[in-house]
């Protein structure tokens, strides 16, 4: 068995094993930036303990845009510092770490005469300066090929949908995008389990202290506390139930999924500026199984955190009629084949009265608390986990004094990654290469594990591994997932049910009636491989 196969068996050892031992560092939440967190320390090795309440990625990680940005939006309010951050974790992530999840993603902002000469202007300007950025952080235009002005051929070949008639042009420029977010956090946490990491799901802190915590196993109702010379609270929005000292001022972002058929099966993202806003755009993304994300809104969301946001009937016309504003043929509600919403964890600096290491420009804030004592990672993006990481471990390390070595994880590929990529030789180039755009059979199987892809396929037992889970199936015949993925997820991935598999591991459940339509076969599957096991 691999190192950093997660498995069910894995799972109870390291749980028994952990009540009768001292880590030097426990980890509470198994989001992006608590799996960051658990690489990083392990990696400097120190022993590290991950808990997360449901499962890897049931946060926020899996509602965002998927995107790895590369710091414009930061220029647009000032803050170069944290544009240039961004812009270089992107290079990280395409170049290095996991250039098998990220690829480049061509986004068209179309240019009509409702555009207006003032805004093409300065969309044109907001390129060129996110372009410096990619310059700056040593990115490859093989890599992220720089903006340029496109012809409407390009633009209907990009996306198809787009109304002809009265385009004279668009704007097109490059960003990352992930195949999937969850995806990422599940290749965090496997990679800290190589470097010896317990990760733990199913596993509550209900109390934090500065030595430790109060654990529930959630699927026996047991409880055991746990002694740690550190503890690290990367709870996200959640932050609040376990530390009263913390404030978050949670916002709601909202997409929907429609079938990427409808748009003509984009390999490019759509950009349509919001009208009456100077700044706000809605995107349509390409996705893998067959589908198109478009989001996104911005809503304030304060009062108790759901488990699972839902997103409001008016945030899914705003979408619907914005990018409909660009198409030959608007996009009406029965387009929608799914939805879904996530909070970002925004954090109310007027609340944190313990010195900030991270000032509220930043996004991200790491600090000891002054009520429990753990060391609180919040806010931040995606896109910058591993700065985030870095941060959390070194206040850590000073607050516990403990012995680690220096961060390195910037040289550090994570499972799947092919260990030496230089520029141009990235997966990530302009191509639809991470599963996102129409691709099946093996090329999706790279897409979602790189170099892991043929490991998939052989280790799985059962029969019929190689075929479409949904094959035969009414419905279901777009879903390019092998029945060797879903063992896979089990055998490798942590899932311990048949919800893991569809809504975090593969990412089926996003939209209802593909997670209706396999959902008992997969769901047997999941029964049989756990068996084995
Ligand atoms: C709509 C939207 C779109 C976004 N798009 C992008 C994007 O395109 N690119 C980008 O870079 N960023 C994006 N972001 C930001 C990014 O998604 C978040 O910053 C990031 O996912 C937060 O991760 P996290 O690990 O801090 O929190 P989470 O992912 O929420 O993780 C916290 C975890 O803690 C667990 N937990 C809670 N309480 C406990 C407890 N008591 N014990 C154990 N575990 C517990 C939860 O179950 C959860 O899994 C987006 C955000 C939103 C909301």
Same mark, same amino acid.
């Given at each position: 068995?691999? =190192?950093?196969?997660?498995?069910? =068996?894995?799972?109870?050892?390291?749980?028994?094993?952990?009540?009768?031992?001292?880590?030097?560092?426990?980890?509470?939440?198994?989001?992006?930036?608590?799996?960051?967190?658990?690489?990083?320390?392990?990696?400097?090795?120190?022993?590290?303990?991950?808990?997360?309440?449901?499962?890897?990625?049931?946060?926020?990680?899996?509602?965002?845009?998927?995107?790895?940005?590369?710091?414009?939006?930061?220029?647009?309010?000032?803050?170069?510092?944290?544009?240039?951050?961004?812009?270089?974790?992107?290079?990280?992530?395409?170049?290095?770490?996991?250039?098998?999840?990220?690829?480049?993603?061509?986004?068209?902002?179309?240019?009509?005469?409702?555009?207006?000469?003032?805004?093409?202007?300065?969309?044109?300007?907001?390129?060129?300066?996110?372009?410096?950025?990619?310059?700056?952080?040593?990115?490859?235009?093989?890599?992220?090929?720089?903006?340029?002005?496109?012809?409407?051929?390009?633009?209907?070949?990009?996306?198809?949908?787009?109304? =002809?008639?009265?385009?004279?042009?668009?704007?097109?420029?490059?960003?990352?995008?992930?195949?999937?977010?969850?995806?990422?956090?599940?290749?965090?946490?496997?990679?800290?389990?190589?470097?010896?990491?317990?990760?733990?799901?199913?596993?509550?802190?209900?109390?934090?202290?500065?030595?430790?915590?109060?654990?529930?196993?959630?699927?026996?109702?047991?409880?055991?506390?746990?002694?740690?010379?550190?503890?690290?609270?990367?709870?996200?929005?959640?932050?609040?139930?376990?530390?009263?000292?913390?404030?978050?001022?949670?916002?709601?972002?909202?997409?929907?999924?429609?079938?990427?058929?409808?748009?003509?099966?984009?390999?490019?993202?759509?950009?349509?500026?919001?009208?009456? #806003?100077?700044?706000?755009?809605?995107?349509?993304?390409?996705?893998?199984?067959?589908?198109?994300?478009?989001?996104?809104?911005?809503?304030?969301?304060?009062?108790?955190?759901?488990?699972?946001?839902?997103?409001?009937?008016?945030?899914?016309?705003?979408?619907?009629?914005?990018?409909?504003?660009?198409?030959?043929?608007?996009?009406?509600?029965?387009?929608?084949?799914?939805?879904?919403?996530?909070?970002?964890?925004?954090?109310?600096?007027?609340?944190?009265?313990?010195?900030?290491?991270?000032?509220?420009?930043?996004?991200?804030?790491?600090?000891?608390?002054?009520?429990?004592?753990?060391?609180?990672?919040?806010?931040?993006?995606?896109?910058?986990?591993?700065?985030?990481?870095?941060?959390?471990?070194?206040?850590?390390?000073?607050?516990?004094?403990?012995?680690?070595?220096?961060?390195?994880?910037?040289?550090?590929?994570?499972?799947?990654?092919? #260990?030496?990529?230089?520029?141009?030789?990235?997966?990530?180039?302009?191509? #639809?290469?991470?599963?996102?755009?129409?691709?099946?059979?093996?090329?999706?199987?790279?897409?979602?594990?790189?170099?892991?892809?043929?490991?998939?396929?052989?280790?799985?037992?059962?029969?019929?591994?190689?075929?479409?889970?949904?094959?035969?199936?009414?419905?279901?015949?777009?879903?390019?997932?092998?029945?060797?993925?879903?063992?896979?997820?089990?055998?490798?991935?942590?899932?311990?049910?048949?919800?893991?598999?569809?809504?975090?591991?593969?990412?089926?459940?996003?939209?209802?009636?593909?997670?209706?339509?396999?959902?008992?076969?997969?769901?047997?599957?999941?029964?049989?491989?756990?068996?084995?096991?």
């Amino acid at each position: 068995m691999q =190192r950093t196969a997660l498995t069910a =068996r894995r799972r109870r050892r390291e749980l028994d094993e952990l009540s009768a031992e001292t880590v030097d560092l426990l980890v509470v939440g198994g989001g992006v930036t608590g799996t960051g967190v658990a690489l990083d320390a392990a990696a400097r090795g120190l022993s590290v303990a991950l808990v997360e309440a449901r499962d890897l990625a049931w946060g926020t990680s899996r509602w965002s845009s998927k995107l790895a940005h590369g710091g414009l939006r930061y220029l647009a309010t000032g803050d170069v510092g944290v544009a240039r951050e961004s812009a270089r974790e992107r290079h990280v992530l395409m170049t290095r770490t996991a250039p098998h999840l990220v690829r480049a993603l061509p986004q068209v902002l179309p240019l009509t005469p409702g555009t207006g000469r003032r805004r093409g202007l300065t969309v044109g300007i907001g390129f060129g300066l996110g372009d410096l950025l990619r310059r700056d952080a040593g990115t490859s235009s093989l890599v992220l090929p720089g903006p340029h002005l496109a012809r409407p051929g390009e633009v209907a070949r990009l996306v198809p949908a787009v109304a =002809r008639e009265r385009l004279h042009g668009a704007w097109i420029a490059h960003d990352g995008q992930l195949v999937d977010d969850a995806r990422l956090v599940v290749a965090l946490a496997r990679t800290a389990a190589g470097r010896g990491a317990k990760i733990l799901t199913r596993v509550r802190a209900i109390d934090l202290r500065a030595d430790g915590a109060t654990l529930e196993d959630t699927l026996t109702g047991a409880t055991l506390t746990v002694r740690a010379r550190v503890v690290v609270n990367a709870t996200g929005v959640w932050a609040g139930t376990v530390d009263p000292s913390v404030r978050l001022r949670p916002s709601r972002g909202t997409h929907v999924v429609v079938p990427a058929a409808r748009l003509g099966s984009p390999t490019g993202a759509l950009m349509v500026p919001v009208p009456g #806003s100077g700044s706000r755009y809605v995107f349509a993304l390409p996705a893998q199984l067959g589908r198109v994300v478009i989001g996104i809104t911005d809503e304030e969301a304060p009062g108790p955190v759901p488990d699972v946001p839902v997103a409001t009937r008016a945030e899914i016309d705003f979408l619907l009629e914005t990018v409909s504003g660009v198409l030959s043929r608007p996009l009406l509600p029965d387009d929608v084949v799914g939805t879904f919403a996530g909070l970002r964890p925004l954090v109310d600096t007027a609340g944190s009265s313990d010195g900030p290491s991270a000032d509220v420009s930043r996004k991200h804030l790491v600090e000891v608390s002054p009520s429990t004592g753990a060391v609180n990672v919040l806010g931040g993006k995606l896109t910058t986990y591993r700065t985030m990481a870095e941060d959390a471990v070194d206040l850590a390390v000073k607050h516990a004094g403990l012995t680690a070595g220096p961060c390195w994880t910037t040289a550090l590929p994570l499972v799947g990654a092919p #260990s030496l990529v230089g520029p141009g030789i990235s997966t990530g180039s302009t191509s #639809s290469s991470n599963g996102t755009g129409p691709t099946h059979g093996m090329g999706s199987l790279v897409a979602r594990y790189g170099t892991e892809a043929a490991d998939v396929l052989a280790a799985a037992v059962l029969p019929g591994s190689a075929s479409a889970v949904g094959q035969g199936i009414t419905g279901a015949g777009h879903l390019d997932i092998t029945r060797a993925e879903i063992e896979w997820a089990v055998t490798h991935e942590g899932a311990l049910d048949a919800d893991d598999v569809l809504d975090r591991r593969t990412r089926v459940g996003l939209v209802p009636a593909d997670r209706a339509a396999v959902h008992d076969i997969v769901e047997q599957l999941v029964t049989d491989t756990l068996r084995r096991l």
